[in-house]
């Protein structure tokens, strides 16, 4: 018998209530509206409440994934939250959302996984390989980040790319002949690009005499644009074409690529190179902007609610982050 198959069976997605566009960053750093949107396709991005958590924007996400799957919280089995923006050091943000979401009563595993915008393209292929050994059933995957607290709002390269956001999914386990689910997952990473595009700060870093550590923050995010941008074409290219050659499937057998939504240039340019036109390309980050861990599952959510995505279609996942980190998913939806 063939091992199960992970069929998602639901999406949702939640954004912060206040947005901020393009001319709210001219007040805040010496830049133009032109310049963000001709560079990078964005035109807004949404901004978490100062009393917001990622655990709460996971929560909103979670609850209408599940709503849409038809799934109560405590049937789930397996919770993992990918994130780089966690309420807390520790415990992890998926049981504090499995708290939030009042599916603790099931007692089953919860915790979070780290590969900053790849993270929930990870988080995705660790529960098909969950789902497909047999150890879980129905597992909650999301994406959720608040990105722009980690932020240098002085730094005009970095702070008009990012936003705030949570995307969910609810996995099932199907019979592994089912023509439905996912079909495959690839993931990568490669260290020696650390430095490219990082958080300056950390925990075990310490702290230097005379920090206080209630008022200052953890580092902020630096990032090597010009570099990060040609890496990103080509890692995001060379797993897409990776998993297609994997799956014995082209390009022209892809419904809808759901890319990481770093910025439109990123994408056109990956499209491009993997001859893939752009009317089959979903777009997002013209009004989420780079929210990392969230922006695929929040992506997707968009173009199942509004019907672009239809039962049959085949759908590629792309993603790449720092690290560097990149994975990809094939989903027959
Ligand atoms: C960040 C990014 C938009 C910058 O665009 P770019 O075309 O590479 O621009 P450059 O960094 O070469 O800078 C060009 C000029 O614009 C200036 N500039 C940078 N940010 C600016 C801003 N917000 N407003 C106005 N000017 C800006 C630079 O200072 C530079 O000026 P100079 O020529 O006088 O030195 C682009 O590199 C990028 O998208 N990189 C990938 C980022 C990303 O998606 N990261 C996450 C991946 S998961």
């Known amino acids: 018998m063939n091992a199960p198959r992970a069929r998602i069976i639901g999406t949702g997605s939640y954004l912060p209530e206040k947005r901020m566009t393009n001319d709210d960053l001219c007040k805040i750093v010496d830049t133009s509206s032109e310049w963000i949107s001709s560079r990078t396709g964005i035109l807004e991005r949404r901004v978490a409440a100062e009393d917001e958590m990622t655990s709460d924007l996971a929560a909103h996400a979670s609850r209408r994934a599940l709503e849409a799957a038809g799934c109560a919280p405590e049937e789930l089995d397996l919770i993992i939250c990918a994130t780089s923006t966690p309420d807390l050091v520790f415990p992890a943000t998926a049981t504090i959302l499995q708290r939030k979401i009042e599916a603790q009563g099931a007692k089953a595993p919860a915790f979070d996984i780290q590969a900053v915008c790849t993270g929930f393209v990870y ?184 019907g672009r995505i239809k039962p049959g279609q085949l759908i590629l996942l792309d993603a790449f982050g720092g690290g560097f980190t990149w994975a990809s998913a094939l989903i027959r939806w």
């Open 123 to 306: 988080a995705l292929s660790i529960a098909d390989q969950f789902i497909r050994s047999g150890m879980s059933k129905k597992v909650l995957v999301v994406g959720a980040e608040t990105f722009t607290r980690i932020l240098d709002w002085e730094d005009r390269t970095t702070c008009i790319l990012f936003g705030d956001g949570a995307g969910a999914v609810v996995l099932e386990a199907v019979a592994g002949d089912s023509p439905q689910g996912i079909l495959s997952t690839r993931m990568h990473a490669d260290g020696s690009h650390v430095e490219l595009l990082r958080v300056t700060g950390g925990i075990s870093r310490g702290r230097p005499s005379g920090f206080d550590v209630r008022h200052e923050a953890l580092g902020f995010v630096d990032m090597h644009g010009n570099e990060v941008f040609k890496q990103a074409v080509k890692a995001m290219g060379a797993i897409a074409e990776e998993i297609l050659l994997a799956n014995n499937v082209t390009v022209d057998d892809i419904d809808w690529l759901i890319p990481h939504q770093a910025n439109r240039r990123i994408l056109q340019a990956t499209a491009k190179r993997i001859n893939i036109p752009e009317e089959r390309v979903v777009m997002t980050v013209d009004h989420h902007g780079n929210t990392s861990a969230a922006s695929v599952p929040l992506a997707l959510d968009e173009a199942v609610r509004d």
